[in-house]
């Protein structure tokens, strides 16, 4: 069976209504819905091949459409710039993330709200990765000294992110001291990416020899936090609750399918990170998820950029019935404001 235009434009139909409606779509639907130059009777033909052909199915209690993975792939495959939701540019209701975030919030507390806000504006659940350190470069350190001996590392990235380690260390070094290792430091390793920093790129003058000790603990720090952050990656995750609320998840089945991927952070942060950065989007639907019983489960994935190099990742986790056309537009501008928001800050 040839898939011709017409059956692109019934299958898109059903797939529009039932993203809006969440019942399966009959064939007098699409009758008053498109204006074609047939009856009833050949749209019906042409949604029977459409299931044939692997495009549509329809639940045994129901004589109307549904559509299946391979018909919401056809749909995402072909959603352009051109035929994105133009509703979503004009919402009100969109607030820049500029608006809520202040100087002296740190990166994961930006995160935490970004997550939150977008949870609010799709309905679906939100999660938004941290840059890695090893992506980031060095920006600043500050030295601090407490009482009884120990000193605070205060490390800050070109992203944003503050690192606090705090350290025990053999003999005596005053304030003079801490400014003078931190002097050094800031000046040997400002814009150095953090994989490559060594204590060889430290130049200590003779009249400095006595802050070598201090200097080559904290470069051994600095390499405990890109080490740490390696191993894990930061998610912070938004809109359990909110998701809940759409009418796949009556079913209890559907329900603990969503709570599974939910928990599985590792594979969650893996499956966000790992595609190709030359693509603005990743969209992996039902069985193409990660996980066994995901099947009704959809997953979109951006990337947002700071100054054109480190990067994150945002996704949005729903049933297979989200309006991904709304959603891609969102991501697209959400990914943009928070990529400015970055930018103005490292």
Same mark, same amino acid.
């Given at each position: 069976?040839?898939?011709? $235009?017409?059956?692109?434009?019934?299958?898109?139909?059903?797939?529009?209504?039932?993203?809006?409606?969440?019942?399966?779509?009959?064939?007098?639907?699409?009758?008053?819905?498109?204006?074609?130059? *047939?009856?009833?009777?050949?749209?019906?033909?042409?949604?029977?091949?459409?299931?044939?052909?692997?495009?549509?199915?329809?639940?045994?209690?129901?004589?109307?459409? *549904?559509?299946?993975?391979? =018909?919401?792939?056809?749909?995402?495959? $072909?959603?352009?710039?051109?035929?994105?939701?133009?509703?979503?540019?004009? /919402?009100?209701?969109?607030?820049?993330?500029?608006?809520?975030?202040?100087?002296?919030?740190?990166?994961?507390?930006?995160?935490?709200?970004?997550?939150?806000?977008?949870?609010?504006?799709?309905?679906?659940?939100?999660?938004? *990765?941290?840059?890695?350190?090893?992506?980031?470069?060095?920006?600043?350190?500050?030295?601090?000294?407490?009482?009884?001996? $120990?000193?605070?590392?205060?490390?800050?990235?070109?992203? =944003?992110? *503050?690192?606090?380690?705090?350290?025990?260390?053999?003999?005596?070094?005053? /304030?003079?001291?801490?400014?003078?290792?931190?002097?050094?430091?800031?000046? =040997?390793?400002?814009?150095?990416?953090?994989?490559?920093?060594?204590?060889?790129?430290?130049?200590?003058?003779?009249?400095?020899?006595?802050?070598?000790?201090?200097?080559?603990?904290?470069?051994?720090?600095?390499?405990?936090?890109?080490?740490?952050?390696?191993?894990?990656?930061?998610?912070?995750?938004?809109?359990?609750?909110?998701?809940?609320?759409?009418?796949?998840?009556?079913?209890?089945?559907?329900?603990?399918?969503?709570?599974?991927?939910?928990?599985? /952070?590792?594979?969650?942060?893996?499956?966000?990170?790992?595609?190709?950065? $030359?693509?603005?989007?990743?969209?992996?639907?039902?069985?193409?998820?990660?996980?066994?019983?995901?099947?009704?489960?959809?997953?979109?994935?951006?990337?947002?950029?700071?100054?054109?190099?480190?990067?994150?990742?945002?996704?949005?986790?729903?049933?297979?019935?989200?309006?991904?056309?709304?959603?891609?537009?969102?991501?697209?501008?959400?990914?943009?404001?928070?990529?400015?928001?970055?930018?103005?800050?490292?």
């Amino acid at each position: 069976m040839d898939f011709t $235009n017409r059956k692109k434009l019934i299958l898109q139909e059903v797939i529009v209504r039932f993203i809006k409606d969440a019942e399966p779509v009959s064939s007098g639907k699409i009758a008053v819905s498109l204006v074609l130059d *047939v009856g009833p009777a050949t749209i019906r033909k042409e949604m029977n091949e459409l299931e044939e052909m692997g495009y549509l199915t329809h639940p045994h209690t129901s004589s109307g459409r *549904v559509p299946t993975d391979m =018909g919401y792939r056809f749909y995402v495959d $072909n959603i352009t710039e051109s035929n994105l939701n133009p509703i979503v540019r004009k /919402e009100q209701d969109f607030p820049e993330i500029r608006e809520m975030i202040t100087k002296s919030m740190e990166i994961e507390t930006v995160l935490k709200e970004s997550t939150e806000m977008l949870a609010r504006i799709t309905n679906y659940l939100s999660m938004i *990765v941290a840059p890695t350190i090893d992506q980031s470069k060095f920006k600043h350190l500050e030295l601090l000294k407490f009482e009884g001996g $120990n000193y605070l590392m205060v490390l800050i990235t070109d992203t =944003g992110r *503050v690192y606090k380690r705090s350290f025990p260390l053999e003999g005596r070094f005053t /304030e003079l001291d801490l400014q003078g290792a931190s002097g050094i430091l800031n000046s =040997g390793l400002r814009n150095k990416s953090f994989t490559d920093i060594e204590a060889d790129n430290i130049k200590v003058s003779e009249g400095d020899n006595h802050l070598i000790l201090l200097i080559n603990r904290i470069i051994e720090l600095i390499k405990e936090c890109m080490g740490e952050n390696l191993a894990y990656n930061r998610i912070f995750v938004h809109g359990a609750s909110v998701v809940m609320q759409q009418p796949e998840f009556i079913d209890i089945k559907n329900i603990h399918q969503i709570l599974s991927v939910i928990e599985n /952070e590792y594979l969650l942060m893996k499956m966000l990170m790992d595609f190709s950065s $030359n693509k603005s989007f990743m969209v992996k639907i039902g069985a193409e998820l990660f996980s066994e019983g995901s099947a009704n489960l959809s997953l979109i994935a951006s990337r947002y950029r700071i100054k054109g190099n480190t990067s994150g990742a945002i996704g949005i986790l729903g049933p297979k019935r989200m309006d991904y056309s709304r959603v891609i537009n969102i991501m697209n501008i959400f990914r943009k404001n928070l990529t400015e928001v970055f930018d103005s800050r490292a």
